[in-house]
Structures are given as structure tokens and as C-alpha cells.
């Protein structure tokens, strides 16, 4: 049987630097704070608090005096930070560059709307950190969008910025721009429309490669932790291109029929997956196949 791990899987660059981030303080002082989880994945927090790291809400910033916090990729609304200066906590700032750029273009967009009463929109998961993290440049006032179809919520009467998550789907953000592209040419105002090109590039190719991938093998092992929006979103792809497609978070959740026809077997991961994982799933299949 041949086992390949999708080269294109696994960590984003964000990630992947965040955790970097982490592992080199934990190396030094043996103890750091994670404001949230620094990645949906729960093996890979379970390595690191292995290490020192504790993961904690964000109601337990006001009760953490002095403690080394690190904010992971997604970042984090203003005031986390003004908090932080009060608390006299010590920020290691790991939010994704690209995210930080793009705070500050919605932070821009909304100082340039509200003298015009204007409105800020975002395509985005309404709970996810990075959303949050984003709408609190507009001081929680940017309509959240989290399907095409809402985009009744937007009153076309006014002018508009519309921006996207960065992990948003491509396609769906393209739909959404063209409905409302649609609405505001109705009503002769297209000038007032102005949509950025947020998702980001190191991550939305990922589906049309995945795909691909999927055909090439007789089966496959998807891994993510539960609570990955990416990897759900992935997974169906998985599925949808091949209906020999299995959803697993660890080694321990493979079963043995799975593999009865197959010669060969596809593992791939969402943007939260260890490529370490990806490889004990690999070994594990070798053991029980
Ligand atoms: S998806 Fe892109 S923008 Fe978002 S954290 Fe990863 S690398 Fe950064």
C-alpha cells in the first residue's frame, strides 16, 4: 500500500510562526499564557502545554498581574491591548502579519465611513477569534456577513467597505461581491461599493489542490480537530471528490475496514494540522493494515 501526506497541508504560515513564537519562550522561561487557543487542534495544544503553556479565556485577563501572554495568529480586537497595558502584562504579539495588515485597512475604512455614514461589513464566521478581532477596529459596529445570502443586512442607500476573514472561501466572497455589486448598480451608486481582496492567497488554493488529491487515491484520511471551521469545509471537499473519504483528529480513530480495496491512501490536514500527526497517522496505518 502507498501512503502519501498532501504536501500542500497542514499549518499556514501564521500558524506555523505563532507556535514558532511560543516554542522559543517556552524554551527560555518554561511558562507562557495563550490568550485563546493558538490553534484548533487539540493533540498540538496538548503538545505544548506539555511544555509549559497554559491556555487561558479571555475573561481570566483581568485576573492575570504581570504574566507573559501571547496572542496567537488571529489577533486581537483593541482592547486586549489596552487591558494588557493596565494589567502591566507582558504581550508577545504573534498575530499573522497579514492579519495585522489587514486590521489596519479595516480600521482605515472605518475612520473614512463614519464621517459619510458609512458602514463596514466583514465576511466572516461571527465567533471566530479573527472576526472579533477585526470587527473591534470599527468598535464593534462592522456588519457581520456570514453567508451570500445575508446580504440583505447591507442597506444599499449607504456607502459600503466590504472586507472577508481571511480563511473565508473564495467563491462564496465572489458571490457575495456580486450580489451586492448587482444591488448598489440598481440603485446608480456602484461608486459607493468598494470590496477588498482579503482571503488570504496562502490558504485558498488549498481546496482546488485537496480536490485533485483526493481523486489520486483510492482513500482517504482527513485529520482535524473538531472544532476547525477550515477543516470541516475542507473535509467536504474530501468527501464530495472522493466518497472513500474519512474524518479522524487522531491516530486512535482509524479503523481497519477502511483500507480493505485500498492500494493507495491519501492523508491530508486543514491549516491546523501538525504535520507531525499527519505523520503518526501514516505509521499507524502501516501498523494495522
Ligand atoms: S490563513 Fe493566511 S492570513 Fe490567516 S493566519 Fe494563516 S497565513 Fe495568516
Keep these: 500500500m502507498k501512503i502519501t ?14 507556535i514558532e513564537i511560543a516554542e522559543q519562550h517556552l524554551e527560555n522561561s518554561g511558562k507562557l499564557y495563550s490568550l485563546g487557543q493558538i490553534v484548533h487542534n487539540e493533540e498540538e495544544i496538548e503538545r505544548l502545554e506539555r511544555k509549559g503553556m497554559v491556555t487561558i479565556e479571555h475573561s ?10 501571547l496572542l496567537r495568529a488571529h489577533g486581537e480586537p483593541p482592547e486586549t491591548f489596552k487591558i494588557a ?3 502591566k502584562l507582558k504581550i508577545i504579539d504573534a498575530t499573522c502579519p497579514i492579519v495585522v495588515r489587514l486590521q489596519k485597512r479595516v480600521k482605515k475604512a472605518y475612520d473614512e465611513m463614519t464621517p459619510v455614514d458609512g458602514q463596514v461589513a466583514l465576511f466572516g464566521t461571527k465567533n471566530h477569534p479573527e472576526t472579533i478581532g477585526l470587527a473591534g477596529q470599527t468598535e464593534y459596529t462592522a456588519i457581520i456577513i456570514e453567508t451570500p445570502d445575508e446580504a440583505e443586512k447591507i442597506d444599499t442607500s449607504r456607502p459600503l467597505r466590504l472586507f472577508a476573514q481571511t480563511t473565508k472561501n473564495k467563491y462564496e466572497y465572489k458571490k457575495l461581491i456580486e450580489i451586492l455589486k448587482r444591488k448598489y448598480a440598481e440603485r446608480n451608486g456602484l461608486q459607493d461599493f468598494i470590496h477588498y481582496n482579503t482571503v488570504c492567497k496562502l490558504v485558498s488554493g488549498r481546496g ?19 472544532q476547525s471551521s477550515n477543516g470541516k469545509y475542507l473535509y467536504g471537499l474530501c468527501k464530495s471528490s472522493n466518497p472513500n473519504s474519512y474524518h479522524i483528529s487522531a491516530p486512535a480513530d482509524l479503523k481497519k475496514e477502511w483500507f480493505k480495496n485500498a492500494e493507495t491512501v491519501g492523508i491530508s490536514g486543514a491549516t491546523s494540522t501538525p504535520k507531525w500527526l499527519m505523520e503518526n497517522v501514516a505509521e499507524k496505518i502501516r501498523s494495522i493494515v
Design 5 to 18: 501526506i498532501d504536501s500542500d497541508s497542514g499549518f499556514c504560515f501564521g500558524v506555523e510562526k505563532a
Design 60 to 69: 481570566k485577563l483581568n485576573d492575570s498581574n504581570d504574566a507573559k501572554i
Design 208 to 226: 482546488e489542490h485537496l480536490k485533485k488529491f483526493c481523486k489520486e487515491n483510492d482513500a482517504i484520511i482527513f485529520i482535524s480537530g473538531k
Design 85 to 87: 497595558k493596565e494589567k
